[in-house]
């Protein structure tokens, strides 16, 4: 995810370049959170909004940092146009688009389904919406959602090829043949080899201001591609 997590199981032998990189200003204000904020809980049905970008906090012990309003509604936006009506949806390690979903708030949303893959099990809470994923098991899902998908968004949890080739596995286990992908900016190359993927003009925002840059890139001709 970046929306994504840092998983608890990624090898310690891993270079420090495969993880997002926070400015300056942005460390020193994590780490006042992160002094004060014990585990974020899950979300609950009693909750004001159980769906809204931040029912889950950010845990920046797993390297959690979650879109922006405008970023996680303009991809929403984005996958329901792309799925149509009864169209399936898949946001894998991409939450807080998972999320944006389920608010009614984006035209179209409530004519599709979407479910959320990702390793937080914080974010069971969402029931049956909600499959464990790990990527280092890229193909340890049910065989009802082989080629279920009408689009799949994925945000890896790491900038490393490593990891975007399991995420592949995963990607097209899932998908029909759309694919959104968000990621760093230095993964284009890697990104264009193994998921035909092309660069779009629109630029993905975090709530906290990553020092990397990061963009989005699809297998279809997208409306981001000119933005």
């Not at 009408?150 to 694919?179: F, H, N």
Request: hydrophobic residues 40%; aromatic residues 10%.
């Amino acid at each position: 995810m970046v929306d994504a997590l840092c998983w608890a199981c990624k090898e310690m032998s891993d270079s420090d370049d495969d993880v997002p990189r926070l400015s300056a200003d942005t460390l020193a204000a994590l780490q006042e959170f992160y002094n004060e904020t014990s585990h974020p809980d899950a979300p609950t049905a009693a909750s004001a909004d159980k769906f809204s970008v931040g029912a889950v906090g950010e845990d920046w012990g797993m390297s959690q940092f979650w879109y922006d309003d405008v970023t996680a509604t303009r991809l929403a936006e984005e996958v329901v146009q792309e799925a149509g009506d009864g169209g399936r949806i898949a946001c894998v390690s991409a939450p807080s688009v998972y999320q944006k979903l389920k608010q009614g708030l984006v035209e179209g949303s409530d004519r599709i389904s979407a479910v959320l893959l990702e390793y937080d099990r914080r974010f069971a809470a969402y029931g049956d919406d909600f499959l464990f994923y790990d990527y280092n098991h890229p193909l340890a899902l049910p065989a009802a959602l082989q080629g279920a998908f009408d689009i799949v968004l994925v945000d890896p949890p790491y900038l490393a090829l490593e990891c975007l080739s399991k995420v592949t596995q995963t990607v097209k286990y899932l998908s029909k043949g759309k694919v959104l992908l968000c990621t760093g900016a230095i993964m284009e190359e890697h990104a264009e080899e193994l998921l035909g993927l092309r660069r779009c003009g629109f630029l993905p925002k975090h709530n906290k201001n990553l020092a990397n840059e990061f963009r989005c890139f699809t297998s279809y001709d997208s409306r981001l591609l000119s933005c």
